[in-house]
């Protein structure tokens, strides 16, 4: 069965500093991988998703994520923090074949002014 | 492009008692979902429709939960009755097609809370 793990609940960086949060996937084939950002009191939006080729994933908002089948990992990746970065990320993982897609627990960032 | 909409933003309610959450997806959208989102964890899928027909349900507590798409755009959620556990944001979401490679969009939620 799929399933995401994300090992962190809570992560503080300092702004301006480099930023990673760690995503770990269960599947059999070849996943999709998503990462999602949710602000408070907002619904969740897109930052990137990996379906094929490039494993290292350019996403919006200065965001990239590598894809690393050996690890089963996806974890998400910005050189330089804003205080708007602040929210709760989570990574989900799904397939070509099923019809719906599983989200992590989600980590959530803070800022350290 | 109009994002997904729902209504209403938040609820109270007492246990025992129905609510009904209302959402309409972006205009052209076949895929709806709705996932419960309980305070500190991940989206859980409730139930995916594929124009007004269910493709999934089998997380959808079916004794107190129902959904309904019956014209294939606008969709209803409702509990009835409503237990303390209920109590969590729902977010609707809608995508071109089914499958893990269709960007899922969501909706602004409704957060429930039931006393």
């Known amino acids: 069965a799929q399933s995401v793990t994300q090992p962190d609940i809570h992560i503080t960086v300092s702004e301006g500093a480099s930023l990673e949060l760690r995503c770990n996937y269960s599947?059999?084939?070849?996943?999709?991988l998503f990462w999602y950002v949710q602000s408070p009191g907002q619904g969740l939006q897109l930052l990137l998703k990996?379906?094929?080729?490039?494993?290292l994933v350019q996403g919006i908002k200065g965001f990239e994520a590598e894809f690393k089948r050996s690890q089963s990992s996806f974890n998400l990746r910005k050189p330089s923090v804003h205080w708007s970065d602040a929210a709760e990320y989570f990574c989900?993982?799904?397939?070509?074949?099923?019809?719906?897609?599983?989200f992590g627990s989600g980590t959530r960032l803070s800022i350290r002014p | 492009e109009a994002g997904v909409a729902q209504s209403p933003r938040y609820k109270i309610i007492e246990k025992r008692q129905s609510v009904a959450f209302w959402c309409n997806p972006i205009?052209?959208?076949?895929?709806l979902y709705w996932y419960q989102q309980i305070l500190g964890q991940g989206p859980k899928l409730l139930i995916q429709?594929?124009?007004?027909?269910?493709?999934?349900d089998s997380q959808l507590p079916k004794d107190r939960f129902s959904a309904e798409r019956l014209k294939g755009v606008d969709s209803t959620l409702k509990i009835q009755p409503a237990k303390l556990e209920d109590s969590a944001v729902y977010l609707c979401?809608?995508?071109?097609?089914?499958?893990?490679?269709?960007?899922?969009?969501f909706g602004p939620g409704t957060r429930l809370t039931v006393t």
């Open positions: 979401a809608s995508s071109l097609g089914v499958g893990g490679r269709y960007e899922q969009y």
């Open positions: 599947y059999g084939a070849t996943p999709y």
């Open positions: 990996y379906f094929s080729g490039d494993t």
């Open positions: 989900a993982v799904g397939d070509s074949s099923a019809s719906k897609i599983i």
């Open positions: 205009s052209g959208h076949a895929t």
């Open positions: 429709f594929q124009n007004n027909g269910v493709v999934d």
